[in-house]
C-alpha cells in the first residue's frame, strides 16, 4: 500500500477581494487550520474576518488538493491557491475526489 499523508483539505472565504474568491489549501492537522488563517489573511491582504467554509478529513490531504486544483485550474486567480468559483461546485468536486482517493487506496 502506497505511503499516504492524512490531513485536511479547506475552502477559506476571501470574498473580501472578489465574489466567489476561495482559498483551497490543505494543512497536515485540523489543529493548524486558524494559524493558517491568519497566514492567510496576512498573505492575501484580507482585512475582513475570513471563516471557513468547509473542511473535510483527507486520507491523503496531498492528492485531494492537488486534484481539486487541478480540476479547477481554469479559474484559478495566478500562481496563488485562489480561485474564482461557485462555492456549490467546489465541495461536491472535492468530496468525489476524495471518495475516488479512498476507493483507490482500498484496492
Keep these: 500500500m502506497k505511503k499516504v ?6 475552502v477559506l472565504d476571501c470574498r473580501e477581494l472578489g465574489e466567489n474568491h476561495f482559498k483551497i489549501g490543505c494543512t497536515s492537522k485540523r489543529s493548524y487550520l486558524n494559524s493558517r488563517k491568519s497566514k492567510i489573511r496576512k498573505s492575501y491582504g484580507l482585512t475582513s474576518p475570513s471563516e471557513f467554509l468547509y473542511v473535510i478529513d483527507s486520507v491523503d490531504h496531498y492528492t485531494l488538493e492537488a486534484s481539486v486544483h487541478n480540476f479547477f485550474r481554469d479559474e484559478r486567480l495566478g500562481d496563488r491557491e485562489l480561485f474564482r468559483v461557485d462555492l456549490d461546485l467546489v ?3 472535492i468530496e468525489r475526489f476524495e471518495f475516488l482517493i479512498k476507493d483507490r487506496l482500498r484496492k
Excluded: A, E, L
Design 91 to 93: 465541495i461536491p468536486v
Design 5 to 10: 499523508d492524512s490531513g485536511c483539505v479547506y
